[in-house]
């Protein structure tokens, strides 16, 4: 069975403090680890798509990087306005059919404090 | 990426009843469209995978005669709660996938 863990569960920074949280997951055949920003009763926002070990993505102040066993999402000198949950979900290669679900972590919580 | 809606985004009733849920992919035909149950602090948690034109797909401990979900165009998968009990009461998100997949703005559902 997939699954993903994150660390840690809440994190305060204060604004310009860079830091880094970790998404640790176990599946059968990785077909893709994403990075979602979720705000309080909305649904997920996508930052991004990572599908190979050694693989990076960057937009903004935050960078997403991958390898075979973790993701690290990285904030840097981070802002009140990237308060948020962040959500690591990986998707496996399916056994059949074109459908592939996400399987979630629960999140780490960010508060910035300016 | 996909533009995804919600109806309602808010919904609170009484034990017994029955609730629908509306979700619209609107810039893009969707085929498949998932649905997904939020409890608080709790992860994201895939509930069925709506299909066009045919029977949805549940996932294990999902109760399908509790939680019908009709996919009847390629912009459109209904979820209706019937009988809704409070352990019910969640944030029932969805998503349609266009190469990965795009959320919904969610539901909260509260039962009285």
């Known amino acids: 069975e997939d699954q993903v863990t994150q660390s840690p569960e809440a994190l305060r920074l204060q604004e310009g403090e860079s830091s880094s949280l970790n998404c640790s997951y176990t599946?059968?055949?990785?077909?893709?680890l994403f990075w979602y920003r979720q705000d309080p009763g909305k649904g997920p926002e996508f930052l991004f798509t990572l599908y190979s070990a050694g693989e990076e993505k960057e937009k903004e102040r935050l960078k997403a990087t991958l390898t075979k066993k973790e993701s690290f999402l990285h904030i840097t000198a981070p802002k009140p306005e990237d308060s948020a949950t962040y959500l690591c979900a990986v998707q496996a290669w399916g056994r059949g059919g074109s459908n592939y679900k996400l399987t979630f972590g629960k999140g780490t919580l960010l508060t910035v404090n300016p | 990426g996909a533009v995804v809606s919600q109806h309602p985004s808010r919904v609170i009733c009484k034990s017994g009843t029955s609730v629908k849920i509306e979700c619209r992919s609107l810039?893009?035909?969707?085929?498949?469209m998932f649905w997904y149950r939020q409890f608080p602090k709790q992860s994201l948690m895939l509930m069925a995978t709506?299909?066009?034109?045919?029977?949805?797909?549940?996932e294990q401990g999902v109760e399908k005669d509790k939680f019908l979900i009709n996919h009847a165009s390629l912009t459109l998968s209904t979820l209706t709660v019937t009988s809704a009990h409070p352990e019910d009461s969640s944030f029932y998100i969805c998503?349609?996938?266009?190469?990965?997949?795009?959320f919904g703005p969610g539901t909260r559902l509260l039962v009285l």
């Open positions: 810039d893009f035909q969707a085929t498949t």
């Open positions: 709506s299909n066009e034109g045919s029977k949805a797909t549940y």
């Open positions: 599946v059968s055949g990785l077909r893709g």
């Open positions: 998503s349609v996938e266009e190469e990965t997949q795009y």
